[in-house]
């Protein structure tokens, strides 16, 4: 997750350079104006969530991603003031309840009402969080990166409908009986192919 800054009256160059919601730019695309947003922005910064992070908010009782996802939120939030004068906050809202998550935002912020601004896709409406977007998006296909070159694989992407990722997956659980310690547990595809192998497994029998 990131959080981006800028000065109100520069805001339209964004758009200018052609920032947008990360998902409707390539790859190549996002990697260049990362470069742009690093010369451009007054203040960036990110979180990276590891998957055990995701794995363990999914089972505790009184949490789910969407808190997760506030939480950390307001740890970005809280460098972001401390480094600079905020007077406006846009936060892409994952929560169907937007009114208690803005809720939940402001009373571990400490902010004035009209400060907060938080909306259901936010990084389309609003430049700035699409250029969060991007950086969030660039560094996480970074850290994908390096976790290949460590591990001397290329599994793909990372997603569900990349087919390298899925093969991957398949023939790691076939032969290692369980899902890699970098894969979220939690994550539907995987629990899927995990629960298909030891299927097979059954069936052999």
Known sequence: MAITVIEADKEPILREIGVKDSKQLSPKQREALFEQLSEILPMYHYT???PKEID????????????????ISVE???????????????????????????SYLKNRLDLEPSCLI?????DQ????VSAA?????VVRDQEIKN?????????????????KTITFLKEWVKNHKKLPEFVRKSWV???????????????DY
């Open 56 to 71: 363990a908010c999914l089972k505790s009782e009184s949490s789910n991603l969407n808190w997760l996802e506030a939480d």
């Open 189 to 203: 595809t995987a629990k899927n192919i995990l629960n298909e192998v030891k299927q097979r497994k059954l069936a």
């Open 48 to 50: 990276i969530i590891e």
């Open 118 to 122: 938080a909306e259901h896709k936010a």
């Open 125 to 128: 409406n609003y430049p700035i």
């Open 147 to 163: 976790l290949q070159t460590r591990l001397g694989i290329d599994f793909g992407s990372g997603y569900t409908s990349d087919k």
């Open 76 to 102: 970005l939030v809280k460098k972001a003031i401390n480094k600079i004068q905020i007077d406006k906050i846009f936060i892409d809202c994952p929560s169907t309840n937007i009114k208690s998550y803005v």
């Open 133 to 137: 977007s991007i950086i969030a998006k």
